[in-house]
């Protein structure tokens, strides 16, 4: 989404405003975390002058993020698509911005997510390698695989399962465009809900019709847990994001053969997630199944 700029071409501050309502989930004198829910895009642009996630965040922290001002993105750290609900880190000093995006582009920080997918992918966990390249179709711009694109990298696990959905854990090295959503459709296991990335069809970038648009988004994606190394301490810091009931509704059907109705019982829940616990855990589960 374009952003919104000055007459000199520089991204103008968000616009303060307290309707938009924020979800906090952590918070620190250097650093915070948010809640997103699906549907809400992160900053301001064309569309959305006033009611992205930053024009909330503005109500509540417009002095300390002004003072970072553009060149530090007024504290935010990265994005999340809109479809996509979860966790979303915001700086609120200089020094913690530039520390916590250092580890951005050193690929330290670890970032995971839930999604729901439909079909089967090749495997109970792996790796896919596939680059990716972003282009342009109409007014929508995607991410389709391409010998000629960048890297982008996502290790994967599946948590549950039933005949047609999975529960999947994703931890991505690479930040790239909707790259969960292609490399899971890629793989022969779109993510439920994704209008656009399609199994052995081409995306569908066509607009979504006039009287859908009002009807929340269908994309079962969530962007669970990051970690990094704070700032000032240097100890590692987890944040969770809680799931949204529509995933969590998917998760009790993937386990409905074992008697699961609606959402997971937290014993449930916490027998999943333990999979997928600890630092890189992608990386043990291939030591541990040498």
């Known amino acids: 989404m374009p952003m919104v700029c000055d007459d000199r071409g520089v991204p103008a501050a968000p616009t303060a405003n307290a309707k938009v309502l924020v979800s906090e989930i952590y918070s620190d004198e250097d650093v915070f975390a948010l809640n997103k829910v699906a549907g809400m895009v992160t900053q301001p642009g064309i569309g959305h002058l006033n009611d992205s996630l930053m024009n909330g965040i503005f109500a509540k922290e417009r002095i300390a993020l002004t003072r970072l001002g553009t060149e530090r993105d007024y504290g935010l750290l990265h994005r999340l698509d809109r479809e996509t609900s979860g966790v979303i880190l915001v700086a609120r000093t200089a020094d913690a911005y530039d520390k916590i995006r250092g580890q951005f582009e050193a690929r330290t920080i670890e970032k995971t997510y839930l999604a729901i997918v439909r079909g089967r992918l090749p495997g109970v966990e792996g790796c896919c390698r596939q680059s990716l390249s972003e282009v342009r179709r109409g007014d929508m711009k995607i991410s389709v695989p391409s010998p000629r694109g960048e890297s982008a990298v996502t290790h994967w696990r599946v948590l549950a399962a039933s005949k047609e959905l999975a529960v999947v854990a994703c931890a991505i090295e690479t930040g790239k465009l909707h790259q969960i959503r292609s490399h899971m459709a890629y793989l022969g296991a779109p993510v439920e809900g994704d ?17 859908q648009r009002h009807l929340p988004p269908t994309l079962r994606l969530h962007a669970w847990r990051i970690a990094f190394a704070h700032p000032k301490s240097g100890k590692r810091i ?9 995933i969590l509704e998917l998760i009790g059907q993937c386990l409905s053969t074992q008697g699961t ?4 019982s937290i014993q449930a829940m916490q027998r999943i997630t333990a999979q997928i616990q600890g630092a890189n855990w992608w990386i043990k589960a291939k030591v541990k199944g040498k």
């Open 261 to 264: 109705k609606g959402s997971p």
């Open 238 to 246: 987890e944040i969770e994001a809680p799931l949204p009931l529509n």
């Open 195 to 211: 209008r656009v990335y399609r199994s052995l069809l081409p995306p569908n970038t066509s607009p979504l019709p006039s009287n």
